[in-house]
């Protein structure tokens, strides 16, 4: 059975709130960098980005990152991942970066995440953006905004359907069965 916990009003209230939390942390968007974790990450960041360059009324530096060869379960998975392309066309170093993610779950991705991210340069700092905080860390990771925070079981599964891949925007739980 499948349980949509988040519309497309809510996805787009959420990246609004992220946007101007963002802003308010960081006073501003100076040396503020948004970048998208391929693939779940990228399009949410692309919105986050847009967001708060139309805020601030100046362009945001955006990128994306893959971060196929940085997983630790990567040689354990069956279905060995294609590894999709990293783009960040610009220096990272003292910039205030923006990791954006759809779902956070065990901080896995993340930690392969800034490990991919210090291999271009030393960040002034990193922030994590995620839509869902689905809980069940194995990690010491946690996001620094969240568009919402999503108890679930382990045998559920949270999906996060963007318009730009499924022609909608929603969340949705499925139950394994």
Known sequence: MNKVVMDGEEIERS????????????????????????????????????????????????????????????????????????????SIDGKKVVLVDDVLFTGRTIRAAMDALIDFGRPKLIQLAVLVDRGHRELPIWPDYTGLDLPSSLWENVKVQLFERTGKDQVVIEEEG
């Open 15 to 90: 990246i609004t709130r992220i946007a101007y939390e963002i802003l308010e942390k960081n006073r501003g968007a100076d040396a503020l960098i948004v970048i998208g974790i391929r693939t779940g990450g990228v399009f949410l960041a692309s919105r986050l980005r847009d967001k708060i360059s139309a805020i601030e009324k100046r362009e945001i530096p955006f990128g994306i990152l893959d971060v196929t060869f940085y997983r630790d379960d990567v040689t354990k998975m069956d279905n060995k991942p294609k590894p999709g392309r990293t783009d960040i066309p610009f």
